[in-house]
């Protein structure tokens, strides 16, 4: 088989899904909208790679891993590399169909806005009121750090399922990771009392923290006060604020973002399968 | 590694969970074997039971997926008991039986506030979408989907690394009995009948894809030619085999009823 018959399979959310374009609220004047070639496209061409993109806006770690296994499973023969850009920790995906992140609902002061719209997903309507839905969830989330902790355990599993899979049918892969995996701003407003440094401890002391392969996601574990970063938030390409990003309210990698992230996982396939 | 250390991975709800007890029937002595111990005993092998009540096919499924991947070369047979197709899991820790919220006259109550916040999801789901004159085919369509990958996955996982798999429903996708009480609480009239919902299951994306070799019951639906094995389809009988009038889990009758079924369909497909 020939190296440009090979194929690239990247899976994410909007960070790297194709054709994507920022939301009506957050278009700003004399800034980029979308769409524009994404890094899975950006890769794949470095790579002289058949790109296989399965990432979709919204999507969360469930969608990422179950998606992502079911093509893996069925492709791995002819995949040179699985390149996965995770997603944040609150985001659900429900009978493969209606996704939610109860994270960003929680705000009050939002609703006078109502900025995302019945049709922004859809589904949060189907809940009733999405915000009293979201606190009502969140509360049970939040309640302690303990839960919160199982959040992230939740998020290493997936990882380290998809790890695995690819380690097992030896496929290479590289991982990062998207959006800040926590959304602990937003969740300070349900619960105030939550503590930040005992929901790392407590993320650092599970036994799934050491099954991660370091080597392979980049930033891992991307969160400042470990040492790490994701592709965009710590990372020196993206410092300062809002700098390769759509604007300064949408966080979201620009044209010359994706570029930049397509180099990331360029440079760690080198370093690490060449 | 010999076949004498290989085990049994049994997958499932409540009907599967080796230490269910009856909420209705609190006194009621739950201490029999269930159907993946009797299987071991059975096939002489060694098992390994992660069955847990209240949970989803998602939770179900991911379980035996990591369980799989790490152990794979010890492992004898896997056994998957799906469960309903409209539960769901939220964050692996939330189990959420949209039938539970919305029928008054069962047992599961609203014990924690993520339930409050998904009784709006529940009615949605059940009554006006799986209820819905119009809409009720798309919908029952988008669950049967999301059942049909399950088996797809687990099918390919086990195929990849040489495992013998048997899949079968322990309670089906969607039930035409339970849709016809929800309908009838909520006085109104059930859309379709059970010829037209098994006709939507046959209609479902990735049905042909599914190897039936290793699908006990499959199609499932009678009127597809297929079976449930707690049903009275598979021979299940609802007098003697469940633990009372108000509880229809197996009991110890049952559990040997189920675990004679596998033993029965391992026989056709493995020896």
């Not at chain 1, 994404?38 to 969608?63: F, R, S």
């Not at chain 1, 991660?212 to 969160?223: A, R, T, V």
């Not at chain 2, 297929?226 to 021979?235: D, I, K, N, Y």
């Amino acid at each position: 088989m020939s190296k440009s018959s090979k194929e690239l399979f990247a899976c994410g959310c909007s960070f790297s899904a194709k054709n994507w374009v920022i939301t009506d609220q957050n278009k700003m004047d004399g800034y980029e909208t979308g769409p524009h070639p994404m890094w899975p496209e950006i890769l794949a061409n470095k790579l002289n790679l058949k790109e296989v993109n399965q990432a979709c806006p919204g999507m969360g770690n469930d969608y990422i891993l179950g998606t992502s296994m079911k093509y893996i499973l069925d492709n791995h023969e002819n995949i040179e590399l699985v390149a996965i850009q995770w997603s944040q920790l609150t985001r659900m995906w429900i009978y493969d169909m209606n996704f939610f992140n109860p994270s960003v609902w929680l705000n009050e002061k939002d609703r006078k806005y109502d900025r995302w719209g019945p049709d922004f997903v859809g589904f949060p309507y189907i809940f009733g009121d999405p915000w009293t839905a979201s606190k009502a969830c969140m509360r049970d989330v939040t309640k302690d750090s303990y839960s919160v902790v199982q959040l992230f355990k939740k998020y290493m599993r997936e990882i380290y399922t998809l790890q695995k899979l690819c380690d097992e049918l030896n496929v290479k892969y590289i991982f990062g990771q998207g959006f800040p995996a926590h959304e602990f701003y937003n969740w300070i407003k349900v619960n105030p009392d939550l503590d930040w440094y005992a929901i790392i401890k407590g993320f650092i002391a599970q036994p799934e923290f050491d099954t991660i392969n370091k080597e392979k996601f980049m930033g891992w574990p991307c969160i400042p006060e470990l040492g790490g970063y994701t592709m965009t938030t710590g990372h020196p390409d993206f410092d300062p604020w809002p700098k390769n990003r759509m604007n300064p309210i949408d966080s979201h990698p620009n044209a010359k973002g994706q570029h930049l992230l397509a180099d990331q996982f360029h440079k760690k396939y080198l370093e690490l399968y060449t | 590694m010999t076949k004498k250390d290989k085990y049994i991975l049994a997958v499932g709800d409540s009907f599967t969970d080796r230490d269910f007890k009856s909420v209705e029937y609190p006194d009621y002595d739950c201490s029999y074997k269930k159907w993946p111990e009797l299987l071991a005993n059975r096939l002489q092998t060694n098992v390994i039971n992660l069955g847990r009540c209240g949970v989803d096919n998602d939770y179900i499924l991911n379980s035996a997926y990591d369980h799989i991947l790490d152990n794979h070369e010890k492992i004898e047979l896997v056994v998957v008991g799906m469960t309903e197709g409209w539960r769901f899991t939220v964050y692996n820790s939330f189990l959420i039986n949209p039938i539970a919220l919305v029928k008054e006259n069962i047992s599961i109550r609203k014990w924690h506030d993520y339930e409050n916040a998904v009784e709006p999801l529940s009615k949605f789901i059940m009554v006006d979408r799986l209820l819905s004159p119009t809409d009720w085919a798309r919908y029952a369509q988008t669950m049967f989907s999301h059942f049909i990958s399950h088996i797809i996955r687990i099918q390919k996982l086990c195929k990849t690394f040489g495992l013998k798999l048997i899949v079968t429903p322990l309670l089906g996708p969607i039930s035409y009995g339970a849709m016809w009480n929800i309908a009838k609480d909520y006085g109104i009239t059930i859309p379709y009948d059970s010829r037209q919902l098994a006709q939507e299951f046959s209609k479902t994306v990735g049905f042909y894809d599914v190897d039936p070799a290793t699908v006990l019951g499959w199609p499932f639906y009678p009127h597809l030619g297929g079976h449930f094995l707690t049903e009275g389809s598979g021979g299940f009988d609802f007098a003697t085999m469940k633990v009372g009038p108000n509880d229809g889990h197996p009991n110890k009758l049952g559990h040997e009823h189920i675990a004679n079924g596998i033993y029965n369909f391992y026989g056709k497909a493995y020896l």
